[in-house]
């Protein structure tokens, strides 16, 4: 049996992206050692019997029953990865990988986009929140894993990879897209309303977010301004202590996240005091808002420190730890759930917007007006009972 590394890890997001930092013991159910030797008999008989014996690969075969071994769960967030979709899998977390930067998760059996990235060929090409993924360079994405999709959709510059979409509306159509070198800069922002309202705009939460979140709000004239808006739309998540770190800068002292999980049971995060003062603060989301981006919005909107605008968030509840193998593959699989401070469940929900804005309507200027409406009032403020999601 081989040896292995458990990542002090914990993956918020569904795609290909993120890890947060978490740690897990305790004991494991037993099973007889000898459960898996029909798997054993499969493969000496292919190499005894196959007529082309050159096509058994020891290495594959391993890799394709750990494979299945994992996918027999039906969970879309747990599973194998050879080295290769390993490698790609840490390269994303880097922020630079070629390829056309959409983040992908599997909804109903279905690959399904979560968000495109902002300033990416995904987006300028028409891919949005919720387009189903059928086939890719005409092989049918059923029954594909995401890492088997990511590697798939993936590649190198310039080169072009082709996409059947089927749109919420139906409309199945082919898109091409050219990919390119993505770089992403997880924090941009700039002021609103002749320098009245602070707008920071969240893309991913990694290890630089929230240092460069800091430097956003430091670049602010705070004690002069209005209000805040801090834009989620088309996050898909990140790093768990880089959600906890930034919703702490907008929360008081209390509670920012509540996860459970079957080892270590429930758990709270607490923050130590925002570092900002208590301004008017609308946070935007969408369907494409997901995971870590869910953990910030919904800290802060328990903790009263401000409204959600715009439309449902995805409703990503669930995390995944990474177990390292020497060879350079991994195991990702999912070991629990979190909740909102008030212990609202996220997973499959989402969060509803206090102020619901159409796909087609201008949430921004919805939270200008809200901000300017609520002029020197400070947070925390009675906003009442957070809305329920719609199914």
Same mark, same amino acid.
């Given at each position: ?27 494991? =159910? ?10 054993? =008999?499969?493969? #000496? ?13 020891? =290495? =594959? ?19 194998? %990865? ?19 930067? $959409? ?40 029954? &594909? ?5 990511g590697v798939k959709i993936r590649g190198d510059t310039g080169t072009s ?15 091409? $897209? ?21 707008? $920071?705009? $969240?893309?991913?939460? +990694? ?18 301004m209005t209000g805040l808006i801090l834009d989620l739309r088309n996050d @898909?998540?990140?790093? &768990? ?15 920012? %996240? ?32 997901a995971s870590a981006s869910e953990i910030t919005a919904g800290a802060i909107?328990?903790?009263? &420190? ?13 995390? #995944? ?5 020497? +060879? ?24 509803? @917007? ?8 201008? /949430?921004?200027?919805?939270?200008? #007006? ?9 947070? /925390? ?11």
């Amino acid at each position: 049996m081989r040896t292995f590394v458990r990542r002090a890890a914990m993956i918020l997001v569904p795609t290909l992206l993120v890890v947060c930092a978490f740690s897990t013991g305790g004991s494991q =159910q037993q099973t007889s050692t000898n459960l898996f030797d029909p798997v054993y =008999q499969i493969y #000496q008989y292919l190499q005894s019997y196959f007529y082309k014996p050159d096509l058994v690969n020891d =290495q =594959q075969a391993l890799y394709g029953a750990m494979k299945g071994v994992v996918q027999q769960l039906g969970d879309p967030y747990s599973e194998f %990865l050879d080295p290769t979709e390993f490698k790609n899998f840490n390269g994303s977390l880097e922020g630079q990988f070629s390829g056309v930067g $959409i983040e992908i998760s599997i909804k109903n059996d279905v690959l399904t986009v979560i968000a495109p990235l902002v300033g990416t060929p995904a987006e300028a090409a028409g891919i949005v929140a919720g387009d189903q993924i059928l086939a890719i360079n005409g092989k049918s994405t059923e029954g &594909m894993t995401l890492s088997e999709a990511g590697v798939k959709i993936r590649g190198d510059t310039g080169t072009s990879v082709t996409l059947t979409v089927r749109h919420e509306g139906g409309t199945i159509v082919d898109i091409s $897209i050219v990919r390119a070198d993505i770089t992403i800069d997880s924090v941009t922002s700039n002021t609103l309303a002749d320098g009245k309202i602070g707008y $920071i705009r $969240i893309l991913r939460f +990694d290890s630089d977010t929230v240092a460069m979140l800091d430097s956003a709000l430091a670049s602010f004239d705070l004690n002069s301004m209005t209000g805040l808006i801090l834009d989620l739309r088309n996050d @898909p998540g990140g790093l &768990m202590q880089a959600a906890i770190s930034a919703a702490s800068r907008f929360v008081d002292e209390g509670i920012v %996240l509540r996860t459970e999980d079957r080892l270590a049971g429930e758990k709270l995060y607490w923050s130590k005091g925002n570092r900002v003062p208590n301004l008017p603060l609308a946070i935007l989301i969408n369907r494409g808002s997901a995971s870590a981006s869910e953990i910030t919005a919904g800290a802060i909107r328990d903790n009263n &420190m401000g409204i959600l605008v715009g439309e449902t968030s995805y409703g990503k509840g669930v995390f #995944q730890q990474v177990i390292d193998f020497p +060879d350079g593959s991994a195991l990702k699989v999912t070991v629990g759930e979190y909740f909102t401070p008030a212990g609202r469940t996220v997973n499959n929900i989402g969060l509803a @917007p206090d102020i619901a804005v159409p796909e087609d309507g201008d /949430p921004i200027a919805v939270a200008v #007006q809200w901000i300017q409406d609520h002029v020197g009032t400070l947070m /925390p403020m009675d906003l009442g009972t957070p809305p329920t999601p719609t199914p």
